[in-house]
């Protein structure tokens, strides 16, 4: 019923920055909350950031002074302006979403298929 697509990762060199996009579609009544997790190989899946449909977001203390998480509610799209990049960001990042269905009265979590991002050193 939704689908979160994921586009922008990349190779890149460390101190390089790099914006994901994702946008959300499907029968969506609405979007409570948007936010970006990535993995890298071996672990496990970590919150990077997430924003919620009031505009206030929450970062690993990590990434909180150097990436940025926007969103643009009327094309359902969730960015992450990742900035200062470490080698240690290189994972899998994942679009993340909690979402109110048209056809459902509850709440559901739904991932995108991830893109990679790689920051060399």
């Known amino acids: 019923q939704v689908q979160l697509v994921e586009s922008g990762g990349g190779l890149v060199q460390s101190g390089g920055s790099l914006r994901l996009s994702c946008a959300a579609s499907?029968?969506?009544?609405?979007?409570?909350?948007m936010g970006w997790y990535h993995q890298a190989p071996g672990k496990e899946r970590r919150l990077v950031a997430t924003?919620?449909?009031?505009?206030?977001?929450n970062y690993a203390e990590s990434v909180q002074d150097r990436f940025t998480i926007s969103r643009d509610n009327a094309k359902k799209m969730v960015f992450l302006q990742m900035s200062s990049l470490k080698p240690e960001d290189t994972a899998v990042y994942y679009c993340y979403a909690v979402v109110l269905t048209e056809s459902g009265g509850y709440w559901g979590a739904y991932w995108g298929q991830g893109t990679q991002v790689t920051v060399s050193s």
């Open positions: 924003i919620q449909n009031d505009g206030r977001t």
């Open positions: 499907g029968r969506i009544a609405s979007i409570r909350t």
